[in-house]
């Protein structure tokens, strides 16, 4: 397993412990801030940064050895799907009567931010070279 294969599998793993955490907070923040419309919009404000960091993780994961043409259309199509699912949700949610957006905006924007900070951490952290020591200079 190459340096990068492990980084990006640890980010993965990080963030999927991060969100696990964060929707284990959401219940009882949720049920006790707006009640059962409080513990929906929590979740699914959970769910949501879930899908922002856990999809462009894998697909990282998926398309890091593969050639750049590859890996940019994994990367963009997984950032493509993860758009239109959120603003899908959103506009489906726009319309429910007793959704509290407060509760899911919070653990929306905080599980996002989560999430981006472990990329960075884990990313910061990682010992990948940045140059391949066998390659040759030159062609010699």
Known sequence: MTAESTTYRKALRVTAILVIGL?????PVGLLVGGTAGLVAAE???LVAA???ITTQVAMVIGHDREPHIMAA???GSWLLKMLIIIVAL???QGVDGFHKGLFAGFAVAGVLGT???DFWVIRSA???YVDPGARKNGE
Not at 23 to 27: K, L, T, Y
């Open 51 to 53: 899908l922002s960091g």
């Open 44 to 46: 699914i404000g959970v």
């Open 23 to 27: 929707a284990v907070i959401a219940v």
């Open 74 to 76: 994994i990367m963009g």
């Open 127 to 129: 010992r990948i070279p």
């Open 91 to 93: 506009l489906v949610l």
């Open 116 to 118: 981006l900070a472990v």
